[in-house]
Nanobody, 122 residues
Framework: QVQLVESGGGLVQAGGSLRLSCASERPSSNYHMGWFRQASGKEREYVAAISWNGGRTYYGDSAKGRFTISRDNAKNTVYLQMNSLKPEDTAVYYC????????????????WGQGTQVTVSS
């Protein structure tokens, strides 16, 4: 198993930035990683993904041009840099890990963190 812990959420004004972190207790270099978000009462939304070696990335429509996913395998950490934040970005953001083939569009992951709240005020 991969234990994931998100951090970096908080309250920010529209147009501002946040950087989320996802740390694992054990090495995660052999897992593809993703970020998802879920607003209250809504379905979970796929935000971004990065392959095990950082060579490939994927972004959902809501994240393209504003968010950047990256990873530092030496630190067992994945990041989501969020710029130009909008009120509709308000949600709980979850980090996830996937073992196996790189199929980012599937949105299927094996392990999930507990989530971190991001609130964007207008």
């Amino acid at each position: 198993q991969v234990q994931l812990v998100e951090s970096g959420g908080g309250l920010v004004q529209a147009g501002g930035s946040l950087r989320l972190s996802c740390a694992s207790e054990r090495p995660s270099s052999n897992y593809h990683m993703g970020w998802f978000r879920q607003a209250s009462g809504k379905e979970r939304e796929y935000v971004a993904a990065i392959s095990w070696n950082g060579g490939r990335t994927y972004y959902g429509d809501s994240a393209k041009g504003r968010f950047t996913i990256s990873r530092d395998n030496a630190k067992n950490t994945v990041y989501l840099q969020m710029n130009s934040l909008k009120p509709e970005d308000t949600a709980v953001y979850y980090c996830a890990a996937r073992w196996g083939v790189w199929v980012p569009q599937s949105g299927e992951y094996d392990y999930w963190g507990q989530g971190t709240q991001v609130t964007v005020s207008s």
